[in-house]
């Protein structure tokens, strides 16, 4: 991956193989001064992509922002905006003092769900994710959720929560569910 001024990688669709249901989509969003920079590879969002191509996620977008508020929230209102799906952001969820991407994510989401932050951050009851901010929620019909920058926190936090991330998306999407 180039690491220019402005990374963006569009992924595009492709079938996933799951068929008796439309596929999920995802968008994943780094947060990061270094890989924006060049100075490091974006690995966390690329096994981000890589863990939901596995869950039979298709991977519409996966972009790299510098840290910061503005920056963070005015890429997830661009992603969020007419989507139905899952985004998912990688990194500034600690406690540096460039870390925001819960500041920028709470200027973009509509309604918070606290249930999904917790048990991400659960995931790792003896690890670093306990120091995790990162929160969860929705911008119109896209769940939006933070997770750490290292690779194994982020595929770990988004496993904590991918067996309820199909049936979240599809309430947002109003279709019809088992309950």
Known sequence: MSHGHEPHIDRGAHSTGHEEAAPLAAKVLVSSDGVVAGTREDRSGTALVEALERAGFVVAEHRVVADGVDSVAGALAEMASGFDGL????GGTGFGPRDLTPEATRRVVERE???????????????LGRLSRGIAGTSGRALIINTPGSPAGAVESLESVLDVLPHALRLLADEPTSH
Do not use: D, F, N, Q
């Open 113 to 127: 769900a606290p249930g999904l932050a917790e048990a991400m951050r659960l995931a790792a009851p003896r690890g």
């Open 87 to 90: 985004v998912v952001t990688s």
